[in-house]
């Protein structure tokens, strides 16, 4: 089932006193933090209120993030805490890029038309993401990689691979 949001960050604190906040990014999508876009603040399953991004600044592994109508540290302390969450479609996704939650449940078949299972799990590793395919009592891991990823179609729930040799002795 489709969501109507998906996570982009979390609220980890305030940053100084005009209101900017330190936010961990959940997304590969760094454009989804730009100034001029709107997310949503959520804490505690009750929406905190729309907010558009002013700009935007790397702290390390972080970022710092000021937003339009949180001007000061109080402001900021006030929404400590918040996932920010945008609609999945607010932007085009990029070639080769899926959201986890459209991935589960697909079927997926080799290319030679043989049925492998469905999508169960989805790891996100630093290398690739690795499906798990579960097909009855036996499950796969099948990496998402350009040799082995044949086609993912969303719309039609499937997804095609070519067997690498032992990849289903995995």
Request: no cysteine; aromatic share 6%; proline share 5%.
């Amino acid at each position: 089932m489709r969501p109507e949001r998906v996570v982009i960050g979390r609220v980890l604190r305030a940053h100084g006193i005009r209101g900017e906040l330190k936010v961990r990014r959940s997304t590969d999508l760094a454009d989804r933090f730009q100034p001029g876009n709107v997310v949503l603040f959520v804490r505690g399953g009750k929406d905190l209120g729309e907010f558009e991004i002013e700009r935007v600044r790397t702290l390390g592994d972080l970022i710092g993030v000021k937003f339009r109508g949180i001007e000061s540290r109080e402001d900021a302390e006030g929404v400590k805490g918040s996932d920010i969450e945008v609609p999945p479609d607010s932007d085009i996704l990029p070639d080769d890029t899926y959201y986890v939650f459209d991935l589960v449940g697909m079927q997926v078949w080799s290319d030679e038309d043989q049925l492998l299972g469905e999508v169960t799990e989805v790891a996100q590793l630093p290398a690739n993401d690795v499906l798990t395919v579960l097909d009855g009592s036996k499950a796969y891991q099948i990496p998402m990689i350009a040799d082995v990823i044949r086609d993912v179609a969303v719309s039609d729930r499937r997804i095609t691979v070519h067997l690498l040799p032992g990849l289903l002795d995995l």
